[in-house]
């Protein structure tokens, strides 16, 4: 009984473990320590209001306003500004147009925008993004279930 108890604890592996994680690491921007997500399914990159603001990074009036609707029970938000985000993972450094919403999953969301822009390859069993950015090939590895 205990040999079976303790193989059925053993841990996955990091490819099986994420199977269904959205991607999560972490960034610098400004030299404090942020968090971030890949989403492929969203429409647009977002920076957190809070962060923008804690930051005291310089927004600009959105040239295109418009609403944007959560899954959630806040309804509509309305999307006015943007700001320029110039962030570091490991050794790749980059600077990305988001738009400024309430956003508490998290400071930096990168969504399909970023993805074209970079030509990024996801590959969804290791959850892992690529790309060739100044002829560099970058791997973001995403963090585990654990360190998130």
């Not at 193989?7 to 320590?33: A, M, P």
């Not at 600077?95 to 990024?120: K, N, S, T, Y």
Request: net charge positive; proline share 4%.
């Amino acid at each position: 009984m205990v040999t079976l108890r303790a193989l059925s604890l053993q841990t996955k592996g990091v490819e099986e473990v994420q199977r269904e994680n959205i991607f999560h690491t972490r960034c610098y921007i400004k030299d404090k320590v942020c968090s971030v997500i890949i989403d492929g399914g969203s429409c647009t990159n977002v920076a957190s209001a809070t962060m923008v603001e804690k930051l005291r990074l310089p927004m600009v009036k959105h040239p295109r306003l418009y609403k944007l609707q959560w899954l959630n029970d806040s309804g509509e938000i309305r999307v006015n500004k943007q700001v320029l985000v110039a962030f570091r993972i490991g050794k790749y450094e980059d600077e990305v147009l988001c738009d400024v919403i309430p956003m508490q999953a998290g400071h930096l969301l990168l969504g399909r925008p970023w993805q074209f822009d970079r030509r990024v390859n996801h590959d969804g069993f290791t959850n892992k993004y690529s790309f060739v950015l100044n002829q560099r090939s970058i791997t973001l590895v995403p963090l585990t279930p654990q360190q998130v």
